[in-house]
């Protein structure tokens, strides 16, 4: 497994399924972990699980005081900033888009793709220079419109937009960008989406899911040398390749 021992991760929407593996995950191979989600019991109970070496800071992404606020205490208990994975994301409610509710809508948008911004905005000025990991979940729907999930495409659209932009803007400064797109995993979007019936991905059954420590193990594998092929850019862990470098598979 990859030493992190020293490192801090930061994870968003930590507070279950690939959110959640990562942090056990990442803390496994030594790592520092910082969890972060709007439930805060729910992270609270998942550091203490893991020990010491693991941090709660209850944080609403959408909002920049409170993510930026979040990242301050992490910095405060472990003297920086490492690796940080943009894992929160919503999909509910999913709408066709003539009757979605343009709050709700945005809503989406906020955490999705704003939350994604404000970790960014956040931890780069602590890893310029000094080099750090910025890891993003992206998703299949970033390239292909699927029915109800407007709001899911776009926002997942732009963070691939994103993880583009902090590449050619900071790789010179040591700054590793990279999005993931796990495919379907089994977490409770899953069954929010199953229970939609609307396209396609509702009408696959739990078995097609792989399992969120795929994912987590995936992320911990950008953080190597042996992903710097891909910076900038985006890895599919359909790909099976990518499961075997990453070494993933059931």
């Not at 942090?23 to 989600?37: P, R, T």
């Not at 890891?135 to 109800?148: D, K, P, R, V, Y």
């Not at 659209?157 to 700054?175: D, N, P, R, S, Y």
């Not at 862990?237 to 059931?250: F, S």
Request: glycine share 10%.
């Amino acid at each position: 497994m990859t030493d992190m021992t020293g490192k801090t991760v930061l994870i968003t929407g930590a507070s279950r399924g690939i959110g959640e593996a990562a942090a056990h995950i990442f803390a496994e191979a030594g790592a520092n972990v910082v969890l972060m989600a709007r439930g805060a019991k729910q992270i609270e109970t998942i550091a203490a699980a893991i020990g010491d070496q693991a941090l709660a800071v209850p944080c609403d992404v959408a909002d920049w005081n409170s993510m930026r606020g979040a990242v301050d205490v992490a910095v405060a208990r472990f003297g920086g900033v490492d690796v940080l994975i943009n894992n929160a994301g919503v999909i509910e409610p999913i709408s066709s888009l003539m009757d979605s509710d343009p709050g709700d809508w945005g809503q989406v948008i906020d955490i999705n793709l704003k939350g994604v911004y404000h970790g960014m905005r956040a931890v780069m000025p602590l890893m310029a220079d000094k080099g750090g990991s910025i890891l993003t979940i992206s998703s299949g729907a970033a390239h292909n419109a699927l029915e109800g999930w407007s709001h899911y495409c776009t926002s997942k659209a732009g963070v691939h937009m994103l993880t583009q932009c902090v590449h050619k803007e900071a790789a010179g400064k040591g700054i590793r960008a990279i999005g993931l797109s796990p495919g379907t995993v089994a977490t409770k979007m899953q069954r929010e989406i199953k229970a939609s019936g609307v396209n396609p991905v509702a009408a696959l059954e739990w078995s097609d899911h792989i399992p969120p420590e795929w994912v987590a193990r995936a992320l911990l594998w950008m953080c190597t040398p042996d992903a710097d092929e891909f910076l900038g850019q985006e890895i599919a862990l359909r790909d099976d390749a990518i499961r075997d470098r990453a070494e993933v598979r059931g």
